[in-house]
Every structure is written in C-alpha cells, then in structure tokens.
C-alpha cells in the first residue's frame, strides 16, 4: 500500500533537489515585496554548485516521510488532495529554514511583482515573525496602517479574533487582504503597554510614494525614501534636482526609518548618488551566482556636502546597505536607533510554470566587511524618538529693562525670530529630524565647504548654478 507513495515522493523530491538552481530566474527574480521582505537579487542560470550536488538523498527519511504521507491520506479525519499534502510539505521545508523563504502560488508571486512596482492593497506593513506571533517590521508611509495607528515594533497577537499564535506569514498575509474598504481588528501588543490594544484597520489600495523631498531651513535638503522599488533611483536623484533649484545644499538629511527595504538595485543607485567611488555592498552565499560586488560610479552629486542618515529599528535590508555603505566610507553621519538587521538576499526560483520558491541565497555585506544580518546598523550618533518641551518659559532680556538702549540694525542684521519657531516646530514635532539639522547646522559652522558642483561632474550638468 505505501510502495507506490514512497515511489512517488522519493521521485518528487529528487527532482525537486536537483533542479532549483538548473532553471532560469523569472525576469522579476530581483524584486521581493515590501509586504513581505526586502533586498534580492537575481541568481544567473547556471549549473548546480558542487555543494548542492554532493550527497545522495536520505532514503531512510525518505521512507519514514512516506510512512507520514500515506498515514495522513489514509487516517485523517477529512480527506486531503495528494497535491495539497505536497504543498504543505514544501511550505514546512522552506519556513523551517528561516523567516524570509517561502513557497510562493501563483497568486502570491502575482502580489509580489504589483507591490514592487509601487502600487497594491492591503494595510501597508511590513511583517516578520517574532517567535510564535507575527510583528511589525514597518508600517509604508501614507497607509492605513500608519493612518490607524500602528508602529514598528507592535506585535499582532489576533486578527479578527483568530489567534495568529503559529500562524505562518502567508497564512497572516491571506487574514489581512480584502476587498478596498473593508476593516479588520487586530489585537496588539506594544513595549510599554500592559494591556494589548484593539486597532482596526480599513483596507485600501496602497500607493507607496517612494521618495520625497523638501527643505528643512534655507541651505539645508531633506529626502525621505519610504521603500525601495525599482524606480528609485532615480526618483531620488529627481528629488535632489528639485532641492538644487532651491539653490545651493550645505547639507542633507537622508531618512530611511521605518524603511522595510526592497530592490538590492535600488539601495546600490541610491548610495551611488552620494559616492564617488567603491564599494557599496557585496553578497556571499553557497552558489556562484549569489557572489556579486556592487561598485559606485564616480559623481558624488553633492560634491561632498555633509549627510545626516536617520535610521530605528523599523530600517531593513536595502535601507541598512544605504546606512552601512555611507557609514563605511565615511560619506554619512548615521543618527537614530539600532536598525532591524536583515541582511539576507532573497532570490525567486521558478520549480514549475506557476509556482516559485523565494529561497535565502546569500548574506550582503557592506564595504569594510560587516555583515548586518541579526545585528543592524548601530547609529554613530544615538537619538531615540521622544516628545520634547521646553521648560524655559519665558525669560527677562535686555531689552524687558527700563530705559535699555535700542540695537542697531546695521551692527546686527540677523533676525533669528521666524527661524527660531520654526526650529521650534520641527523639534516637537520630530527630535529625530531637529537634530540632524542641528548636526549638519553645527558641522557648516565650523567647516567651510565649497559644494559648488565640479564643472566636469556629468551627474550634475544639468543642475541649476550653485550661489
């Protein structure tokens, strides 16, 4: 009665083991969905690496598997088609290995390519696994998800009232889509909290802003990059064309927090922006393919401009190649908390015509040789998110006296009044933000730096003079 089970199982598996690398990437193999994970890169195709072919299979295992199989089939209450058992095989292989691979269907490998091209509905988090629970790696800028109230850190404990305790992430995933409009409960649990929270969340169509940029103060840029798809780039390098034209830059803050990652091509264009030259990152695993080194081009498009980088536990993946690549060559002051550390690369195997694997192939590494996985970027200057007052108040000054003599505009022109409630805005509303403006503030004041760009540097030709 089993013979021809194991039979057919040993077949299956073989196949299976000998032909993962053997096949061609699908053409998206460089994309990981930002609802699920960050940062991969597409594997050439190439022979099966000496590793992968040594060893024959586990004929022992193999049989007790098939002894499993065929009780199953045989004893369980409802019965399951054969092609489903097989499906929950491979699942449990792939999630048993770490917390990025997945067995991909159609539908999901569909959902992975819309939400790297930046548009796709549901909450808008990136979610991860945190022992038996699933957690919040980063809400995406502009969705329900941050609109209702959730942080990176949170912990889903229920979704609509069913427990996710062993739930596996594409079983989460499923829970939370729905029709646009819809609402679902989530039951969360928060550092700080001693209660778990009741948070409903509409769903909606999620279109992710990539890159955003505006000025902090006259002089000084800020860019904000939500995520890595595969147009930004060059989103970014438009944005900083915006913020010339508001003339010259003395300084740039580059925010990547609650940035979950993305595209591994994305994070190198990104970090190639503001280096002239080296290495950005570089991938190692067990197969040849996922050896790569990622160069800068030459062209720092701020002419060596100073560049605060804010980063917290919610930057992953791509963001931390950003984070970890300045930081090496010595391009970025890194301030904020402690990022989330993946430093993992996914890579889509196709094993038949409508269903792929997302396997971990390779560890990325920043210049000096640092590897972020399970350990993130750690900020060269720490500032945790906090409500900041003033306790000042209101102070005597000169001027309050009787009689005090009236200053001279010409001996001191400046009129720090509208600066100093901006100022005083921004560092309410953001500490974070305020003291990275004060940093490139501080460095411009000691240091006197000609951003004027290079006549002879292409990548800013184009850009309006420098004042």
């Known amino acids: 009665m089993r013979s021809l089970p194991f039979v057919t199982?040993?077949?299956?598996?073989?196949?299976?083991?000998?032909?993962?690398?053997?096949?061609?990437?699908?053409?998206?193999?460089?994309?990981?969905?930002?609802?699920?994970?960050?940062?991969?890169t597409s594997p050439k195709a190439t022979e099966p690496s000496s590793d992968a072919s040594q060893g024959a299979l586990p004929l022992a295992e193999l049989q007790t598997f098939a002894d499993v199989f065929h009780q199953i089939r045989a004893g369980?209450?409802?019965?399951?088609?054969?092609?489903?058992?097989f499906e929950y095989a491979v699942r449990g292989m792939l999630e048993g290995l770490?917390?990025?691979?997945?067995?991909?269907?159609?539908?999901?490998?569909?959902?992975?390519?819309?939400?790297?091209?930046?548009?796709?509905?549901?909450?808008?988090?990136?979610?991860?696994?945190?022992?038996?629970?699933?957690e919040i790696?980063?809400?995406?800028?502009?969705?329900?998800?941050?609109?209702?109230?959730?942080?990176?850190g949170d912990v889903i404990l229920k979704l609509d009232g069913e427990s996710v305790k062993g739930m596996t992430i594409d079983e989460a995933v499923q829970l939370m889509r729905g029709p646009i409009g819809t609402p679902i409960d989530l039951e969360i649990g928060r550092r700080g909290q001693t209660e778990p929270l009741e948070i409903t969340v509409v769903r909606d169509a999620i279109k992710v802003a990539s890159v955003r940029s505006r000025m902090l103060a006259p002089h000084y840029g800020y860019l904000r990059i939500a995520q890595f798809g595969r147009p930004t780039g060059e989103e970014a390098s438009s944005a900083l064309n915006d913020l010339f034209l508001e003339g010259q830059l003395k300084g740039l803050v580059i925010d990547l927090r609650n940035n979950p990652g993305g595209v591994l091509g994305a994070s190198v264009a990104v970090s190639d922006l503001f280096m002239d030259s080296g290495l950005v990152v570089y991938t190692e695993g067990r197969h040849p393919?996922?050896?790569e080194r990622f160069e800068a081009t030459p062209g720092d498009r701020l002419a060596g401009a100073p560049i605060v980088v804010l980063i917290n536990g919610g930057s992953a993946s791509a963001s931390e190649i950003v984070a970890g690549a300045l930081q090496d060559v010595g391009r970025a002051v890194i301030m904020g908390t402690r990022s989330f550390g993946k430093g993992s690369?996914?890579?889509?195997?196709?094993v038949s015509e409508t269903r792929a694997v997302k396997l971990t192939t390779a560890r990325y590494f920043t210049p000096t040789g640092r590897?972020?996985?399970?350990?993130?970027?750690?900020?060269?200057?720490?500032?945790?998110?906090?409500?900041?007052?003033?306790?000042?108040?209101?102070?005597?000054?000169?001027?309050?006296?009787?009689?005090?003599l009236n200053s001279s505009a010409d001996a001191n022109p400046q009129d720090a009044g509208s600066e100093s409630e901006s100022l005083a805005d921004l560092r309410e509303g953001d500490n974070q933000l305020y003291e990275a403006l004060t940093l490139l503030r501080g460095v411009n004041l000691l240091v006197k730096r000609n951003v004027a760009p290079p006549a002879d540097d292409q990548n800013n030709a184009d850009l309006p003079p420098t004042e």
Do not use: C, N, W
């Open 98 to 134: 770490d917390p990025h691979s997945a067995y991909l269907t159609k539908e999901d490998y569909s959902d992975l390519q819309t939400t790297t091209e930046g548009e796709f509905s549901g909450l808008g988090i990136e979610i991860g696994r945190r022992g038996s629970y699933i």
């Open 9 to 40: 199982i040993t077949m299956l598996l073989a196949v299976f083991a000998t032909t993962g690398y053997g096949q061609p990437a699908e053409p998206a193999a460089d994309t990981v969905s930002p609802a699920i994970e960050a940062a991969s």
């Open 345 to 350: 690369v996914q890579t889509v195997l196709p």
């Open 76 to 85: 369980y209450v409802e019965k399951i088609d054969d092609s489903k058992l």
């Open 137 to 152: 790696i980063a809400p995406i800028d502009g969705s329900p998800a941050v609109a209702a109230g959730l942080q990176a």
């Open 289 to 291: 393919s996922s050896r």
């Open 371 to 404: 590897s972020i996985q399970a350990e993130g970027i750690v900020p060269d200057i720490v500032v945790e998110r906090a409500r900041v007052t003033s306790i000042e108040g209101r102070q005597m000054k000169e001027s309050d006296l009787k009689g005090s």
